[in-house]
């Protein structure tokens, strides 16, 4: 465009483009005021060109700068899902290995408790045993007790009175 204007500029420098007569019934030739004719045109076009390539930079330079700012919130906010991601990883780790430890303690504990209910069982088996024989045992051992203090009796009685054979 500037090239364009710089043509035009010299060719209307150089050349008048009035004609010399007035044809019938027109009013005399005279430039309006209010036009700038091709040349301002072209001018105002290169001006406007200006102005819109000043706006397509700036707003070239806005979008960049919030796609930067985006790009470091989208990082930032990356590294802190990762940090999340691995400190609930860890957690999940530490969780399943107390719930892997739990539950070998709850065997272990089950287990004692079956020997605990088998010992238990064992054991109220002996006593009732006992408990059902005892009047039985309690009057043979009064028995056994009897014949023992009567066999004593029976020692000491011949010890003592002398005579007998040695």
């Not at 500029?9 to 700038?36: H, I, T, V």
Request: aromatic fraction near 4%; hydrophobic fraction near 35%; proline fraction near 1%.
């Amino acid at each position: 465009m500037k090239k364009a204007l710089e043509v035009l500029a010299s060719f209307y420098k150089g050349a008048a483009m009035l004609q010399d007569k007035q044809p019938a019934g027109f009013d005399s030739y005279k430039k309006n005021e209010k036009s700038g004719g091709v040349m301002g045109m072209i001018q105002t076009i290169i001006d406007d060109a200006k102005k819109m390539e000043a706006e397509a930079i700036r707003a070239e330079e806005d979008a960049q700068k919030t796609y930067e700012d985006f790009v470091k919130d989208s990082n930032k906010s990356i590294e802190e899902k990762s940090k999340d991601i691995v400190n609930k990883s860890e957690n999940k780790a530490k969780a399943e290995a107390d719930l892997t430890e739990a539950k070998e303690t709850m065997e272990a504990t089950e287990l004692e408790l079956t020997q605990l209910a088998n010992m238990n069982a064992e054991l109220h088996k002996s006593c009732d045993f006992v408990l059902a024989n005892f009047d039985v045992r309690q009057s043979s051992r009064a028995q056994e007790v009897e014949a023992l203090r009567q066999a004593k009796a029976i020692l000491s009685g011949s010890g003592g009175k002398g005579g007998g054979a040695k």
